[in-house]
């Protein structure tokens, strides 16, 4: 099976990512807000310029998964009460991806699992990193951007390359002993790590996102935010496990000993992951 991309086009397909539009620019003003020291009536109101952005923030946190008690009648209360400042931009940040990139064309594509592995690794990602030894830990709340975004470039190339990429993701279920990764550089040239990369280094996202986005697949990565990248790639790793797995088969749990987290307590949040699956899925509805 042979792509329609041909070797000598790889630069012009990393030339179509880094010359791709910016957001539009109501969400140029928006994401700019959100790297700013700014207080949670400001980052409402910036919010609220963006409905579609509102509309979905506010549909989370009156979800069951958040289980208020108290309705959640505004942005703002959302914010305060309910998810917070460092979850709502996350939100916020992955809701503007989405909306950016829409891989319709690409029949290959399956936006729920897609969604669905980003959330279950940003969820599992921020709950490993809190008992990660202190002399490794990582912002918890940053791993879980980082965890939600880290497969960004697999979107990206749906979006740019949708009938490449039908093939990619069909090659590369047939070829079980293959991981998507090899499949694109295969049949594209270059993966979806690049991809992103190139991507949220243009959005000028933050150092640490940017390198999970570009090295959580490379184990043996020991530069800045490395820790950061051995938790996501774990989590990813056991996510997948969870959503594409038979019921009857054994999952297995990465070593994390490098950064003195046990098998055990790697259990231990997954069995609580799942438990909490049903409820924790509900915040895919926000990006699909």
Same mark, same amino acid.
């Given at each position: 099976?042979?792509?329609?991309?041909?070797?000598?086009?790889?630069?012009?397909?990393?030339?179509?990512?880094?010359?791709?539009?910016?957001?539009?620019?109501?969400?140029? *003003?928006?994401?700019?807000?959100?790297?700013?020291?700014?207080?949670?009536?400001?980052?409402?109101?910036?919010?609220?310029?963006?409905?579609?952005?509102?509309?979905?923030?506010?549909?989370?946190?009156?979800?069951?998964?958040?289980?208020?008690?108290?309705?959640?009648?505004?942005?703002?209360?959302?914010?305060?009460?309910?998810?917070?400042?460092?979850?709502?931009?996350?939100?916020?940040?992955?809701?503007?991806?989405?909306?950016?990139?829409?891989?319709?064309?690409?029949?290959?594509?399956?936006?729920?699992?897609?969604?669905?592995?980003?959330?279950?690794?940003?969820?599992?990602?921020?709950?490993?990193?809190?008992?990660?030894?202190?002399?490794?830990?990582?912002?918890?709340?940053?791993?879980?951007?980082?965890?939600?975004?880290?497969?960004?470039?697999?979107?990206?190339?749906?979006?740019?390359?949708?009938?490449?990429?039908?093939?990619?993701?069909?090659?590369?279920?047939?070829?079980?002993?293959?991981?998507?990764?090899?499949?694109?550089?295969?049949?594209?040239?270059?993966?979806?790590?690049?991809?992103?990369?190139?991507?949220?280094? *243009?959005?000028?996202?933050?150092?640490?996102?940017?390198?999970?986005?570009?090295?959580?697949?490379?184990?043996?990565?020991?530069?800045?935010?490395?820790?950061?990248?051995?938790?996501?790639?774990?989590?990813?790793?056991?996510?997948?496990?969870?959503?594409?797995?038979?019921?009857?088969?054994?999952?297995?749990?990465?070593?994390?000993?490098?950064?003195?987290?046990?098998?055990?307590?790697?259990?231990?949040?997954?069995?609580?992951?799942?438990?909490?699956?049903?409820?924790?899925?509900?915040?895919?509805?926000?990006?699909?």
């Amino acid at each position: 099976m042979h792509s329609t991309v041909l070797p000598l086009e790889i630069t012009n397909g990393i030339r179509r990512i880094q010359e791709l539009p910016p957001v539009r620019e109501s969400h140029q *003003r928006l994401m700019s807000v959100l790297n700013e020291d700014v207080n949670a009536r400001d980052l409402a109101a910036a919010i609220e310029t963006c409905p579609e952005v509102a509309a979905r923030v506010l549909g989370l946190a009156r979800s069951a998964y958040f289980g208020q008690r108290i309705p959640c009648r505004s942005i703002h209360d959302a914010i305060v009460r309910v998810l917070g400042f460092s979850l709502v931009k996350s939100l916020v940040i992955g809701v503007i991806m989405s909306g950016a990139f829409p891989p319709r064309r690409c029949p290959g594509f399956d936006s729920r699992l897609f969604w669905a592995s980003a959330v279950l690794s940003a969820t599992l990602t921020r709950s490993l990193a809190r008992i990660t030894a202190p002399a490794h830990r990582p912002n918890p709340d940053e791993c879980f951007l980082c965890g939600l975004l880290h497969n960004i470039g697999v979107l990206v190339l749906s979006h740019l390359f949708p009938g490449d990429m039908s093939m990619v993701f069909a090659a590369a279920a047939q070829k079980r002993d293959a991981t998507l990764m090899e499949m694109e550089s295969k049949m594209l040239g270059f993966d979806h790590t690049r991809a992103g990369g190139v991507l949220v280094r *243009r959005w000028q996202l933050s150092p640490v996102v940017c390198t999970v986005v570009e090295r959580h697949r490379d184990a043996d990565y020991r530069g800045a935010f490395w820790p950061s990248c051995a938790l996501v790639n774990a989590s990813a790793t056991v996510a997948t496990q969870l959503l594409t797995r038979a019921d009857d088969a054994e999952l297995q749990f990465p070593d994390l000993a490098n950064l003195r987290i046990s098998p055990d307590e790697i259990a231990t949040v997954w069995q609580r992951t799942v438990k909490e699956l049903e409820s924790v899925l509900e915040l895919v509805e926000v990006f699909v």
